[in-house]
């Protein structure tokens, strides 16, 4: 397990942009700040619109005249391996590292790099095996259908997964043939920048992978409206996706949106008691609750309310709050003094709506971003603090009656993201799953998910998934090949011959087939064949 670092070096970055190692053309930095210690440990350049300028410029050559879209699938799923290896190799630094700038626990963020690694590894051998199909079609035609690679792509990533989001993307964007611009948050770029030296070391030719650090109001916006970018894969807030949506419009550019929730967790009387509890911590406090699909809402029957509200308030009490890197700690601190700003307004808004404060709701004094596991019982779904994203270690919890009411106010939300189901009885899980509006289910079990499954949201939780097959064709064009087997003309202006009518081949009935007859010449094979008794005009 790793120790708490305790040297106070500041660490300095350069970005990548067009195969080499720069600063913001203007020398411009932002500061990097643990949010254990509230202490700045990097600088990283503060990127300009002249910088991700280039950075098009770069992309759009790789893309356009480079050899990654004309490697085959083999050549380079190899180079992605070769990368995916070397993330397992460094899995420990990497892991501090994603800890010390964001908060992650490094027991947390240590399972984020083996998905990390395993995502890559998974497309490698994906895009192997994918290829495209053909198609039964009327007449002497074969018809094919062929995926081809978006082109320039641009991953806007949040700060709460910064490798595994930045590996979501980059690794079917990849695998397809396209190359990538990757643009993390502000707050927390280091790993994604260990991950371009990777990618430079494995060999990835220039321009296929940058990582260009700025702000997203000026470097997101500039590169989600960039008409020489052919697609924008953004995850983060409903608010800046609904942003880059409208920017993606002035091109039509593909967008790919994976955005917020407020997903609801149902307890049932007869669920597993222990495990009901245990699934409800983890939903909702594991990552400091600053995770989309974590269970904000836990919806419990009436029947068991006050006995599981009871255990689950002395379970939250006992969470262990503290450094990321301490191994002691169960739950890390916020990412930031806004993210703490964000949780206490909504904690404010919670007690002014009349919901009941169980444990929590205060922020631990000291340096860093700490915040207590924070519950609220007796809430109405209606209230704010159970219709808005928090992002924060806050649950409400909202009781229930029946298995109608569950599902009704699981669904009464605008966000689909995530939601999950808690009881022994199959049939009843199977019916509740069904009728939940969201992407992502589960059933007696929290959180896990697989690179192998589709992830995303239903409603204003996104548009188009990650993950799995579907994450794959996100990245790819699809298109259609139709080539005529009896090398006739298609004769369509040939003025004088009957053959002359557009579109016949397509309209004769079999029925009006026949053989060809000795004597007729090959160019008039496909008309004698298929259009025997066509009139000019049909
Ligand atoms: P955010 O929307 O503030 O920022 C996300 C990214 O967008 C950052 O890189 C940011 O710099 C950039 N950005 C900001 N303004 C921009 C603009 N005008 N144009 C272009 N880019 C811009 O989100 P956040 O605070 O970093 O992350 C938290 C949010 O992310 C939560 O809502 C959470 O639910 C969501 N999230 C969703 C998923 C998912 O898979 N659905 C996963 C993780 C996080």
Not at 23 to 34: L, Q
Not at 63 to 92: C, K, M
Not at 203 to 230: C, K, M, N, R
Not at 237 to 263: C, F, P, Q, T, Y
């Amino acid at each position: 397990m790793a120790a708490v670092p305790n040297d106070t070096k500041i660490l300095e970055y350069q970005m990548f942009i067009a195969g080499e190692w720069v600063d913001a053309e203007d020398g411009a930095v932002s500061e990097v700040v643990d949010p254990s210690t509230d202490t700045t440990i990097a600088r990283v350049p503060k990127a300009t619109v002249g910088d991700a300028e280039r950075a098009v410029r770069a992309a759009r050559e790789a893309f356009d005249h480079g050899p990654w879209p004309r490697l085959n699938a083999v050549e380079r799923g190899a180079l992605l391996r070769a990368a995916a290896d070397r993330i397992r190799e460094r899995a420990d630094e990497l892991a501090r590292l994603e800890s010390m700038q964001m908060g992650k626990l490094y027991s947390e963020a240590i399972v984020d790099m083996g998905d990390t690694a395993h995502t890559f590894d998974y497309y490698a051998g994906l895009v192997q095996d994918s290829g495209g199909e053909t198609l039964n079609v009327p007449g002497e035609t074969m018809s094919m259908v062929v995926r081809e690679p978006v082109g320039v792509t641009v991953g806007i990533t949040p700060w709460n997964y910064p490798m595994l989001m930045a590996a979501w993307k980059a690794a079917p964007s990849l695998a397809a043939g396209n190359v990538m611009i990757l643009k993390p948050a502000s707050v927390s770029p280091l790993t994604n920048l260990e991950l371009a030296k990777i990618f430079e070391e494995v060999g990835l030719p220039e321009g296929v992978f940058q990582v260009i650090t700025g702000s997203g109001g000026e470097i997101g916006d500039y590169l989600a409206g960039h008409a020489d970018v052919d697609m924008v894969a953004f995850t983060g807030s409903v608010e800046v996706g609904k942003h880059i949506m409208r920017k993606g419009a002035d091109n039509v550019k593909k967008v790919g949106l994976e955005l917020g929730g407020k997903s609801p967790n149902i307890v049932f009387a007869d669920a597993d008691f222990e495990a009901a509890i245990d699934g409800a911590l983890v939903g909702i406090f594991a990552g400091t609750g600053e995770v989309c699909s974590a269970g904000s809402r836990l919806i419990v029957e009436r029947a068991i309310y006050d006995r599981f509200v009871g255990e689950l308030v002395s379970r939250a009490m006992a969470i262990k709050v503290g450094p990321a890197l301490d191994e002691d700690s169960e739950m890390g601190p916020l990412v930031s003094q806004q993210q703490l700003d964000t949780v206490e307004k909504y904690v404010r808004i919670g007690r002014e709506e009349g919901a009941k404060l169980a444990t929590g709701g205060r922020r631990l004094e000291g340096r860093g971003f700490y915040y207590e596991p924070t519950i609220f019982v007796d809430v109405d779904n209606k209230m704010r603090v159970a219709q808005e994203e928090i992002f924060g270690p806050v649950l409400v919890v909202i009781p229930f009656d029946d298995e109608k009411q569950a599902v009704e106010i699981a669904n009464d939300t605008i966000y689909g993201l995530a939601g999950a189901v808690w009881t022994k009885d199959v049939t009843k899980a199977m019916r509740v799953v069904k009728a939940l509006r969201a992407g992502i289910t589960w059933v007696n079990t929290y959180h896990p998910t697989y690179s192998e499954a589709p992830w995303g949201g239903y409603k204003q939780s996104g548009i188009g998934r990650e993950l799995g097959t579907y994450g794959l064709d996100e990245y790819t064009e699809v298109k259609q090949i139709n080539i005529d087997l009896t090398d006739a003309p298609m004769g369509v202006y040939q003025r004088g011959k009957e053959k002359n009518v557009a579109g016949s081949r397509r309209v004769v009935p079999l029925s009006d087939r026949r053989p060809f007859r000795e004597g007729e010449n090959k160019a008039d094979e496909s008309w004698v064949q298929f259009c025997e008794n066509c009139k000019p005009g049909m």
